[in-house]
């Protein structure tokens, strides 16, 4: 399990973490979140060993993961980091730079497994391509199945699929997340993306002022979003009489004490993202028609529809 306990650091002077603590299984899928700037990567280069914390602890079974002033080399055998800026060799090819790190003296083994992770990445096709005419989101993809070469027991992974076009995207997270839980490899996946949380990760934090606000299920965070912050991670959301209303719960009804007149309509495929105005609030709801701009409807709050 991976423990870790009142972690606090700071780059300069003024901390980026204060008093972290959270814990993961083996074999969990633990989703980061959080805005832009609130430690995120830094968590992860900090469970790397790639900076020495200003006080706490980070254990991975019995081990202890400690920065450059306890090792002469960053990281450890037992855990792989996938960047934002994935570090490949550009001159070599896609399986010689996942099979970079196998053991030379096992060539069948060597085949094999980085078939495998082509396979797991979908690249099988560009095996033989060199990485220097490969585009960013390929490039991601190599970099993952590298990673993964010599099956580490724990993956922190940044941003994972942030270069994937959308094509690609559901079927490599699946693809992806799938082959972590069926080897029991722990994932630590930081995000912006609720795509890459939901119907994968077993639990999320929601980083806020340094600190972690919320660890939970991402259904117990969906269902009951303690906060703006987290409930806009989900998606569209309005604030109703101090309540956090989402826009798919609230329904066009003939006649109720909110009325609202209609700014914009936006389509969304299924249905339309309706903005509208709500005694001088912004609010938004989904419907599944388009509604004419200035058009007033009235709307019934479904806290049951989730
Ligand atoms: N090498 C560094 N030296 C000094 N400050 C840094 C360094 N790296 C990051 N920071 C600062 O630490 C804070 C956290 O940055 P971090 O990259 O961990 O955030 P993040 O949540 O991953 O952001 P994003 O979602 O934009 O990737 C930011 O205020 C950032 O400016």
């Not at 008093?19 to 979140?33: Q, R």
């Not at 993956?155 to 959308?166: K, R, T």
């Not at 994968?200 to 259904?219: R, T």
Request: proline share 3%; with cysteine; glycine share 6%.
């Amino acid at each position: 399990m991976l423990k870790v306990e009142n972690l606090t650091f700071s780059y300069i002077k003024t901390d980026v973490l204060k008093d972290v603590s959270f814990k993961a299984d083996i074999g969990e899928n633990l989703a980061i979140i959080g805005e832009s700037g609130s430690g995120k990567s830094t968590l992860l280069k900090l469970l790397y060993g790639e900076f020495d914390l200003n006080a706490g602890s980070i254990f991975w079974k019995e081990t202890e993961v400690q920065g450059p002033k306890f090792n002469l080399v960053v990281g450890y055998d037992f855990i792989k980091y996938v960047a934002q800026e994935f570090d490949l060799m550009p001159f070599i090819t896609v399986e010689e730079n996942i099979g970079k790190f196998l053991s030379r003296f096992y060539p069948e083994e060597k085949h094999r497994r980085t078939q495998e992770l082509l396979e797991v990445v979908e690249l099988t096709d560009f095996a033989k391509t060199k990485v220097k005419t490969l585009s960013g989101g390929q490039k991601q993809r190599v970099a993952l199945a590298r990673a993964l070469a010599k099956q580490p027991e724990i993956i922190l992974l940044d941003e994972p699929f942030s270069h994937i076009d959308n094509f690609k995207k559901q079927s490599l997270r699946r693809s992806v997340f799938k082959y972590l839980k069926n080897k029991k490899i722990t994932c630590i996946v930081a995000t912006h993306d609720k795509e890459d949380v939901l119907g994968f990760a077993d639990n999320m934090i929601v980083l806020n002022n340094h600190k972690i606000l919320v660890n939970d299920s991402p259904e117990n965070l969906f269902k009951n979003p303690k906060t703006p912050l987290i409930a806009s991670f989900f998606g569209e959301f309005n604030e109703i009489e101090g309540s956090i209303i989402y826009a798919h719960q609230l329904k066009v009804v003939e006649k109720s004490k909110l009325k609202v007149k209609v700014i914009q309509s936006y389509f969304r495929g299924n249905y339309y993202l309706i903005e509208a105005d709500l005694s001088g609030n912004k609010v938004f709801f989904e419907h599944h028609l388009k509604v004419e701009n200035g058009a007033s409807v009235f709307l019934s709050v479904e806290t049951n529809k989730l």
